[in-house]
């Protein structure tokens, strides 16, 4: 079996060197990782923007549309909220949801998405949901590894369990190397699994190459790498909060509304209201076609807990867009802004204390 010794992960080469011009015909923009981070980006909307979407092509591109705002700005978690604006019923013959159910649409899209594409027909059945979803543009995130680009992690999926002839037990994997990969534990067929392979692994004739398994976080927090997002349901804007994965929850909330500060307060230093570099985990919420206050009424929960103003939730209530020229602005349109605008928080958070 190869060794991958040429298989090392392209650094960001340009194609330009002393004697020739720089080729911009190709991508060149590489993610290249510093130190381990624990801190975290997460971003909330809510599932009834699919069913202002008309046609099946559309409510598709839609995920898609937030999809590549996620990947292009590392965020690590979405969670997709029901704020009652859409009628939930069964899904149809087909098991089709996005007319039916499009909270469980938008976060059975954005799963897919997400998923490497090595690991994308062992990991989902035939579905009517993801008929359209192979057209669209590709993520194209640092764990969407091609077979001769090499890191020491990656993404797989468990093929089989095996045995020696000594009694150790473990799982055959597929990391979308040409290589086999094995890991000395046992994991049922079809488990995704993140696996650490080191540096520069060797498989031999007869063996495969031995990783470890490791937590999905393990990549982002022992090396920063930025690893795809996770995804979530929350059945209330209420539950975005109280059902978060951290320890703590989110230390700091921003919650979006034409009706809120201009987003220059919170990300210029020597604001009053100025966001620093110092939280952990870091949440944006985004409204509907109603804004967050309708998700608020439809929230019983918030209700008898005495919230009487959507702003009251959040640590921040900012306006993306002062002056704005449009009388609407889409969620996935406000996504792309929210997450250009608060870019600036987050490198703080990267590069600071």
Known sequence: MASHKSKKRKGNDHGGNE??????SKPSAVFVPSS???HTLSIALPG????????????TALAG????ACAVFCVDEVVVFNDGQALIRPPERDGYTAFADPNYFLYHVLTFLETPPHLRRALFPMHADLKLAGALPSLDMPHHLRSD????????????????KDGVRGTLLDCGLSDRVSVPVQLDDHTRVTVKLGEQSVASSTKPMVGEAVSPDAPREEAGYYWGYSVRQASSLGAVFTEAPYDGGYDVSLGTSERGVPVQTIVQPGNE??????WQHLLIVLGGVAGLEAALTADQELKKAG???AKDLFDAWVNLVPSQGSRTI????????????TRSLVEARNFGP
Do not use: H
């Open 19 to 24: 004697n020739g011009p720089i080729d911009t």
């Open 36 to 38: 381990g981070r624990t």
């Open 48 to 59: 009834s923007i699919i069913a202002n979407a008309v046609t099946p092509e559309q409510k």
């Open 65 to 68: 549309q937030i999809a590549r």
């Open 149 to 164: 680009e090499w890191c020491p992690y990656r993404e797989a999926v468990a093929v089989r369990q095996t045995e020696s």
């Open 273 to 278: 209201d100025y966001v620093a570099p110092t």
């Open 307 to 309: 919230v009487t103003e």
């Open 330 to 341: 889409r969620t996935e349109e406000a996504l792309w802004i929210g997450l250009a605008n």
